[in-house]
């Protein structure tokens, strides 16, 4: 057997439903949009609200509305484009009711959608674009230039497309081609089941990567469904809820949580250009948002702000689902006391399309605190439907309750392999099933069912005379400190113990930071003296990725230089 055979079974296996039912009712991506927008129930109802405070603009979209645009765009995109089922389009933009637009418009024709952060440097989207081999690119009309200028040395890319809000300009500045508004009608004929099918590619999504260049997850029209599937059943999501989008939608959480969900089980979506803490409650409270999802520095954001609720009615508000980033147990408790909301945390990845598990939304308040601030880590919960969940070790055997090893997940929510990676795909299917370089345990509850929980990157574990220490433990307790805004535990080299630990901090007055040994007093109250910081480095700079999470890989590089001062240094529990 070939090697690209035997990691072609191994994806397979990993996207193994494991005898869980997960048939879906449509053929095709087309026949599902078709059966919302076309539902006599559905029709004059709001789907799309999308407001941008900058620009003021607030646009709205029934059923009807939103899918009359879309087959209009779709009809430009095959027409006036040449895109046919099986190609790829690009879309660099930004949270705006086109790209949403673009998105739906592409899956009901089976073409895949490779979204990139506009905000990405111009080396990194050549990248993407010739990796990911797009026939056309979507860019905002102040990138055209840029893009163009890319398209020189792409000879795939055949067309790059420039849109403004009034919507798709017919070449650079001129006058739409598709409105973002309905205007008429648009016989939906080349709209047919058979256009498309749900093994079809529907997102090419380049994670962020620490090392070597960016992987490309693809994620197939039925990923989508089925993960959209299980959020909304696991929370009950129906006819009446309206969740807000304030996350990035170039990232599946904001693509599939707020935005394939909601049209999913027929209810609406708030669009926001952008979070800001100071419209986050006062939108939720206008629009009559049921549920938001965000990342925990957002939540950090709110509490910062501290906003006094009582002018709002949140009535209908039920919480905030919360993953995509390390949650802390101080950020969880400190949330949920001050603004009375629970937080519904889960984990998932781009590779398993977005959430794979969430804490049980029955649980009593009691167990709902023990699982979210009982143990050393808030519990990421139980298993959704149409995935399993294990913890395996580094030979791929299960390991016991309590015991740490890799987070790995089997089911239809994961990913059909990393586009032209076969080394990748190798290394991240070994066992059959997807392995998530996370490290992780399981405790079990009274009924013997396993609540995971999440203990740091695979690759960010500090390894202290052979000892694996999670950082996320460390970055708790510095957050703690009444002085501190920003705080993350750093490897750095030691001759003595192969890494020992530095701590940068961000403090919340840069006027009158704390001092160091102020920091490592607080520290040796609370850690053993093998998870305590020895150094402490201030900065000013929250360095974060676009979806809000800590990059601790490249500021153990950053930090590098600095800290290599210390690498002779024998550290003592005296110092």
């Not at 990913?415 to 059959?432: I, L, V």
């Amino acid at each position: 057997m070939s090697l690209l055979t035997g990691v072609h079974d191994r994806i397979e296996q990993a996207r193994d439903a494991s005898g869980r039912s997960s048939d879906l009712p449509w053929v095709s991506f087309a026949e599902f949009f078709r059966s919302r927008v076309y539902d006599p129930r559905l029709v004059t109802r709001n789907f799309l609200t999308y407001c941008d405070d900058e620009r003021r603009l607030r646009r709205t979209y029934s059923y009807a509305e939103f899918g009359t645009v879309v087959e209009r765009m779709a009809d430009v995109f095959h027409t006036k484009l040449g895109l046919t089922r099986g190609d790829r389009i690009a879309t660099v933009l930004f949270n705006h009711d086109l790209t949403l637009l673009t998105y739906f418009a592409a899956w009901t024709l089976g073409i895949a959608v490779v979204p990139i952060n506009i905000e990405e440097p111009p080396e990194k989207k050549r990248y993407i674009l010739d990796h990911s081999e797009v026939s056309a690119a979507l860019c905002w009309q102040d990138a055209y230039d840029e893009i163009k200028d890319l398209q020189r040395d792409l000879p795939l890319l055949r067309e790059v497309v420039a849109i403004g809000d009034g919507g798709i300009l017919d070449g650079k500045g001129k006058g739409p081609t598709v409105k973002s508004r309905r205007n008429g009608s648009l016989p939906p004929s080349h709209l047919t089941p058979s256009t498309s099918r749900l093994d079809d590619h529907a997102l090419i999504i380049y994670t962020s990567g620490t090392t070597g260049p960016p992987k490309g997850v693809i994620l197939t029209m039925a990923n989508l469904l089925i993960d959209a599937d299980a959020i909304a059943d696991w929370h009950g999501f129906g006819l009446n809820d309206r969740l807000m989008c304030v996350l990035p939608i170039h990232h599946v959480n904001g693509i599939v949580v707020t935005l394939v969900t909601p049209f999913y089980c027929k209810g609406s979506v708030v669009l926001n250009r952008k979070f800001k803490s100071g419209s986050f409650w006062r939108r939720i409270h206008e629009e009559q948002v049921t549920c938001v999802s965000v990342v925990p520095t957002l939540l950090e954001f709110l509490l910062d702000a501290d906003e006094d609720l009582a002018a709002y009615r949140l009535d209908r508000f039920g919480g905030a689902i919360c993953g995509a980033g390390p949650l802390l147990r101080d950020t969880a408790l400190r949330f949920e006391e001050r603004f009375g909301f629970p937080i519904r945390h889960g984990y998932g990845l781009s590779e398993t399309t977005c959430y794979s598990c969430f804490l049980p939304n029955d649980l009593t308040q009691e167990q709902h605190r023990r699982w979210l601030t009982g143990y050393d880590f808030p519990s990421i919960g139980l298993a959704m439907r149409h995935n399993v969940m294990t913890i395996l070790d580094a030979c791929g055997k299960s390991v016991p309750e309590t015991a740490r090893g890799e987070i790995c997940i089997r089911g239809r929510t994961v990913c059909a392999g990393y586009f032209k990676r076969d080394d990748a795909n190798e290394a991240a299917f070994q066992w059959g099933w997807f392995r998530s370089g996370d490290e992780g345990f399981y405790i079990a509850d009274e009924r013997g069912r396993p609540f995971f929980f999440i203990s740091g990157r695979l690759k960010e574990l500090i390894i202290r005379g052979g000892v694996n220490i999670s950082p996320l433990e460390i970055d708790d307790v510095l957050k703690g400190h009444p002085a501190v805004k920003f705080a993350m535990a750093v490897p750095f080299e030691n001759r003595y113990y192969g890494e020992e630990i530095a701590a940068y901090v961000v403090p919340k007055d840069p006027a009158s930071p704390p001092i160091e040994t102020d920091l490592l007093a607080y520290c040796r109250e609370r850690l053993p003296f093998s998870k305590q910081p020895k150094v402490v480095l201030m900065g000013d700079e929250v360095p974060y990725t676009s979806t809000g999470k800590p990059k601790r890989l490249e500021l153990k590089a950053r930090l590098a230089t600095t800290l290599a001062a210390y690498r002779e240094k024998q550290f003592t529990d005296h110092d």
